[in-house]
Each structure stands twice: as C-alpha cells, then as structure tokens.
C-alpha cells in the first residue's frame, strides 16, 4: 500500500497536536506599500501616466558556470549546435523586447537600447553575462535586464548541453540602475 503524505486522521498525537495549534495572537504588521495592488487587494499593471519621462537604465548581470573543457569547446567553435556567443547575444536582446509578454504586469516599452555582452571568464570558468538596457520612459527597465541576462544564460546552456550537462547559470542579478522617483541604485561589491 502506498504511503501518503497527508496527515492520517487515525494518528491521535496528530489531530491531538493539530487541534492544539492556536492562531497568532501577536498584532499584525502593517502590510508593504505594494504598488501592484489595488484598493481591494487585486493585482493590476501599475498606472504610470502621471510619472515624469526620464531616462532610465538599468544593468544586470549573470554567470554561467561550466567545466574548462565546455568553454574551450564554445570558445574554439566547436559547438555541436554552432555559434553559441552569437546565438545567446541575440536571445537575450530579443528577450529584453519580450519582458511584459513574459512576466504578468510589466509595461511593454519601446526600449532605446538593449546590450548584451557575453565574456569568457577562465577563473571561473564559464562566462559573465551582463545587459545594459535604456530608455526614455515613465517606468524603469531593470525586469527588462534582468530577463535579457536569464535568457541569454539559458540559451548559452540550451546550445552547450550536448557537450556538458551540469553547466550551472548562477547570479542573476541587478547591478544599477539610474533615472525615476525611487533615485538611483548601485550593488555594493
């Protein structure tokens, strides 16, 4: 007979220790000031009509690790699935122009500039990833690097798993980002 993993009505020091559990009594927080909730508690897309047009930018980054073999492999162009370098560029460029088609309640904009850059990183090894992306906008753009990093790394493993599969994408994550109300953001090292 198969175990399963709900609680067994039967097991008395079970129901005994379940109906014994009293709620929190300690005094709520007051929740976050989230701006994707409306009034009553439902998500919406963020009204930015009112927001000042600045220029924005936001930079991310990403790492995707791999045995010194793989990245020899990519390197001297002997890819089974061809130019991988060129191949994840172009992904993560055409990601960052997809974001709102991707994650619920991103603006789509009119991006200004996306830059991929993908650099081979011997110590690590494997290679760096980082996106710049900018824009002349009511809303920032860092969900928009953060997606061209993700994809671009993903797609670096997708045209290198012939060769090894335990490449591992690592450290997705912003690095700044300028421009808007909330001011400027930079990761400390």
């Known amino acids: 007979m198969a175990q399963s993993?709900?609680?067994?009505?039967?097991?008395t020091a079970e129901t005994d220790y379940l109906d014994s559990v009293?709620?929190?009594?300690?005094?709520?927080?007051?929740?976050?000031?989230?701006?994707?909730?409306?009034?009553?508690?439902?998500?919406?897309?963020?009204?930015?009509?009112?927001?000042?047009?600045?220029?924005?930018?936001?930079?991310?980054?990403?790492?995707?690790?791999?045995?010194?073999?793989?990245?020899?492999?990519?390197?001297?162009?002997?890819?089974?699935?061809?130019?991988?370098?060129?191949?994840?560029?172009?992904?993560?460029?055409?990601?960052?122009?997809q974001t709102a088609n991707l994650i619920p309640l991103c603006h789509p904009l009119?991006?200004?500039?996306?830059?991929?850059?993908?650099?081979?990183?011997?110590?690590?090894?494997?290679?760096?990833?980082?996106?710049?992306v900018r824009i002349k906008a009511e809303t920032g753009v860092e969900m928009e690097a953060l997606t061209a990093v993700s994809i671009a790394a993903l797609t670096l493993y997708d045209m290198a798993k012939a060769i090894e599969k335990s490449i591992s994408i690592e450290s997705v994550r912003l690095i700044s980002k300028t421009g808007g109300k909330s001011g400027d953001y930079q990761r400390e090292a």
């Open 5 to 11: 993993n709900f609680p067994n009505p039967e097991n």
């Open 22 to 97: 009293q709620p929190d009594d300690r005094p709520e927080a007051a929740p976050p000031d989230l701006t994707h909730l409306n009034p009553s508690g439902e998500a919406n897309m963020v009204d930015v009509s009112e927001k000042a047009v600045t220029v924005r930018e936001a930079i991310a980054c990403a790492q995707v690790r791999m045995q010194p073999e793989t990245l020899d492999a990519i390197e001297s162009g002997n890819a089974p699935k061809g130019d991988v370098i060129a191949t994840a560029r172009i992904a993560g460029i055409m990601a960052a122009k």
């Open 110 to 132: 009119p991006l200004q500039k996306v830059e991929v850059q993908i650099t081979p990183d011997r110590h690590l090894p494997g290679y760096q990833i980082q996106a710049t």
